[in-house]
């Protein structure tokens, strides 16, 4: 019912920049947090950057590049993201701490969106 869809990734260069959007849909929401995360090949899952009613946190590898917002109905959260790096090569999936009309809350994922930085 919850359906997170990420779209954005892109082959870039170094120095370039991207706009990741996740668009949530579902019945009945209520969204208490949202972040972007991301994971390259043998790498563990990390924190890029998450956002709540009234806070972001970011990853110190984020900081002072990329920047996350939602829209005020939660409909779609971004990740903007300057001067990319090399290593910032990684598939980025959004996830949600969401609690659904029926109750039950969980931590949804979507299915990531590819991001690769050329040197």
């Known amino acids: 019912q919850v359906q997170l869809v990420e779209s954005g990734g892109d082959l870039v260069q170094a120095g370039g920049s991207l706009r990741l959007s996740c668009a949530v849909s579902?019945?009945?929401?209520?969204?208490?947090?949202m972040g972007w995360y991301r994971q390259g090949p043998g790498k563990q899952r990390e924190l890029v950057a998450g956002?709540?009613?009234?806070?972001?946190y970011y990853d110190d590898s984020a900081k002072g590049r990329f920047t996350i917002s939602r829209d005020s109905a939660w409909n779609t959260v971004y990740l903007r993201m300057n001067s990319l790096r090399p290593e910032d090569t990684a598939v980025y999936l959004c996830?949600?701490?969401?609690?659904?009309?029926?109750?039950?809350?969980?931590?949804?994922w979507g299915h990531g969106t590819q991001v690769t930085v050329s040197s």
């Open positions: 996830g949600g701490d969401i609690v659904t009309g029926s109750g039950g809350g969980n931590r949804y």
């Open positions: 579902g019945s009945r929401l209520t969204i208490y947090s």
């Open positions: 956002i709540t009613r009234d806070s972001t």
